[in-house]
């Protein structure tokens, strides 16, 4: 299992993962879910993957040599008009890698070459834009009323996201609550783990300038996670009482 998250804010957009895979809990490994495409001065797009690690590699490397490929025809990252189209050809190449993946190993009922995807970023002077893409290659976008969009194991990091997050939000504070939200994730569920990857994209720049890999014992991170869990500890404290304590204190 894995948890990735990005928020689409009115100034740009914000991409955290984590970095863990495993397979039982004796075969726990690394591998980054977050893979940026860049072309400067042109456009600039990010893909996190959750799901079958054979079919998110797959989806990647096809990504990558397309675009290379300035001699293929139809639609790749490098050429797509818009943020949407883009989007529509990751769902369509992914649908056919899990076709593919599950006929060789179709004898196998339990298989599940199911994946998942969150893809987004900026084409010349359009909008920055965010979807999730389904394992059935459909996919939906960020909007105002639900500006972020979670993959994984959602349901521990979502709550904060719910309380705080909002489009007109500033940047560091949407990459702030990406981290807690990870970090909660990470105290509640061993299938999440570090290193976390941010991404901080501000609008119109078309290049990345803070790509952040957080280690688990990053300053940073170690300083935030002390600080947010000694916070809710002194909320908690300050909660109020019910009436029968305070009619006890009285006495």
């Not at 075969?27 to 495409?37: A, G, P």
């Not at 940047?171 to 290193?195: H, M, W």
Request: overall charge negative; hydrophobic content about 35%; glycine content about 6%.
């Amino acid at each position: 299992m894995t948890y990735c998250l990005a928020i689409a804010l009115d100034k740009g957009l914000v991409f955290a993962s984590d970095s863990r895979t495993h397979a039982g809990v004796d075969n726990i490994n690394t591998y980054r879910k977050m893979h940026s495409f860049i072309w400067e001065k042109d456009r600039l797009l990010v893909l996190l993957s959750a799901g079958n690690l054979a079919t998110t590699q797959a989806v990647v490397r096809r990504l990558e040599s397309e675009a290379q490929n300035d001699n293929h025809e139809g639609v790749t990252l490098k050429n797509a008009n818009s943020i949407s189209e883009a989007a529509e050809y990751v769902g369509r190449v992914s649908r056919e890698i899990q076709n593919y993946q599950q006929a060789l190993v179709n004898q196998q009922s339990s298989f599940n070459a199911g994946a998942s995807f969150i893809f987004g970023g900026q084409i010349q002077d359009n909008m920055p834009e965010l979807y999730q893409i389904y394992p059935e290659g459909n996919f939906i976008g960020a909007s105002p009323e639900h500006p972020f969009l979670q993959i994984g194991e959602t349901k521990y990091g979502k709550p904060i996201l719910d309380r705080i997050v909002e489009s007109g939000m500033s940047l560091e504070d949407a990459a702030r609550a990406a981290l807690v939200s990870l970090d909660s994730t990470i105290r509640s569920n061993l299938s999440v783990g570090p290193p976390l990857d941010l991404m901080v994209y501000e609008k119109d720049q078309l290049c990345c300038k803070t790509l952040i890999n957080f280690k688990h014992n990053h300053p940073y991170l170690a300083g935030l996670r002390k600080q947010w869990s000694d916070g809710l500890l002194r909320v908690f404290d300050e909660l109020p009482r019910f009436d029968w304590e305070d009619r006890t204190s009285s006495k």
